[in-house]
């Protein structure tokens, strides 16, 4: 399973690519293949500023929706209008093409709280 090294995780299954004050968030890899066939993800939380652990969207696959967390304060700079068309795009390459928003970081120091990639695999035993 692909966790990459150089990403931060939550306990929620989402990844985190931080490049200086704006995180892109998409979820993993396993939360991906848990959730099976990604036919919708909705965010209506753009240019809203939420705080760590709200919700900021929704995806829906065949047999569930799940509410999609946020990882860190901030406000939501940009969704992946691509999910709208593609939303698979999520299953296939959900640590590239299958990105779900970005977001200008308020609190730099919530970046601590975040799981390395060792942490997250102990956590989902891989």
Do not use: C, R
Request: charge should be negative; aromatic fraction near 8%; avoid cysteine.
């Amino acid at each position: 399973m692909s966790i990459p090294a150089n990403l931060k995780y939550t306990k929620d299954h989402e990844w985190v690519s931080i490049e200086g004050d704006v995180a892109t968030v998409g979820i993993t890899h396993f939360a991906q293949k848990e959730l099976g066939d990604i036919v919708y993800v909705e965010v209506e939380t753009l240019d809203q500023t939420l705080d760590k652990d709200e919700v900021f969207g929704t995806v829906e696959a065949v047999k569930t929706v799940s509410d999609l967390f946020l990882p860190l304060t901030g406000e939501i700079i940009a969704f992946n209008e691509d999910l709208e068309s593609a939303p698979e795009t999520v299953n296939s390459d959900p640590y590239g093409a299958g990105w779900m928003i970005k977001i200008k970081i308020a609190d730099a120091s919530e970046i601590d709280s975040l799981l390395s990639d060792q942490a997250y695999k102990d956590l989902i035993g891989a």
